[in-house]
């Protein structure tokens, strides 16, 4: 097995039941963030990290996902022939790397969305991006994983502390702090209600994983919502080999909750250098009125 993180398996079969109407007909992982939609910032995070090839695990009505990744001649030619170079230059950005998408079928569960990509996988080490949880551009969690990944050769869950209140949105670590922000986990158990959360370490939605998780995967039955759950599988993985926890204590935004959304649409706004100043006046000025009423 090599050491290496080749391939980054994007789950976005789900209904999106969160947003609706918006993701009736549209996907939710398509939902623009300022210019880009929700799935190009995980895209653009692995690609960072070297990543190449991606699966993404789509379902009905996500056919706009594969047109955005994929090459589009007429825009591209009027771009060309309007001198729009930087804007051209950015589209083509978008199908330079290979992209396998496979559907879903039946929205099983997150465990399920990953068998799927078994036989695109094969026998080697790879990550899970889930689009919803949007990591903020300056922070590195992902390379991080990998670093770690290196060294341990074991799964590396991504976790950041959440308050008790919002821990049943999440699957939730027992862990042993090993050294700075790295936990062998212990136990883990998905979605508990808080008073037997083992702890406020959630797992958020980067994962490193072992080609052996699809054995698992395989035999797993439904767990937590009747779904075949990522988090059941790592928890039988766990009799088999060490897993580790690696604590982010960067931004993210959780983009599939509406009020998480709207702020990573405000911040990343502000962070964008076309939008920056005359957005923020404008962010000014109604926290002054809102202020006033
Ligand atoms: C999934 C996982 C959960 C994890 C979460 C992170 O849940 O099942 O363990 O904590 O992602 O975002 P979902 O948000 O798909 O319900």
């Given at each position: 097995m090599s050491g290496m993180i080749k391939k980054a398996i994007f789950p976005?079969?789900?209904?999106?039941t969160r947003f609706l109407p918006a993701t009736k007909a549209s996907?939710?992982?398509?939902?623009?963030i300022v210019d880009k939609p929700m799935i190009q910032y995980g895209v653009e995070e692995a690609l960072a990290c070297n990543i190449q090839e991606f699966i993404i695990i789509t379902g009905k009505h996500k056919r706009s996902i594969e047109d955005h990744f994929d090459s589009t001649f007429e825009l591209e030619d009027k771009l060309r022939k309007s001198g729009k170079k930087e804007l051209l230059e950015e589209i083509n950005r978008l199908n330079k790397f290979s992209i396998a998408y496979i559907r879903?079928?039946?929205?099983?569960?997150l465990g399920h969305a990953i068998l799927c990509a078994k036989p695109f996988v094969k026998d080697e080490p790879f990550a899970v991006i889930l689009s919803d949880d949007i990591i903020g551009s300056e922070d590195t969690l992902l390379k991080d994983m990998i670093k770690l990944y290196k060294e341990v050769k074991s799964p590396v869950l991504a976790l950041q502390k959440v308050p008790r209140s919002e821990i049943h949105r999440y699957g939730v670590i027992d862990g042993l702090k090993?050294?700075?922000?790295v936990y062998k986990i212990r136990d883990l158990i998905e979605k508990p209600l808080a008073k037997d959360a083992p702890s406020d370490l959630a797992i958020i939605g980067r994962y490193i994983l072992t080609p052996d998780i699809f054995d698992i995967l395989e035999k797993l039955k439904p767990g937590k919502g009747r779904e075949i759950q990522l988090t059941d599988a790592i928890r039988k993985l766990l009799k088999k080999r060490p897993v580790y926890g690696f604590l982010f204590e960067g931004k993210r935004y959780d983009a599939g909750d509406k009020l998480g959304y709207l702020k990573a649409t405000v911040d990343l706004a502000l962070k964008n250098p076309e939008l920056s100043s005359k957005f923020r006046s404008y962010i000014l000025n109604i926290s002054k009125s809102l202020k006033e009423t």
């Open positions: 976005a079969a789900g209904l999106g996907p939710k992982e398509m939902m623009p879903q079928g039946k929205a099983l569960g090993e050294s700075k922000g």
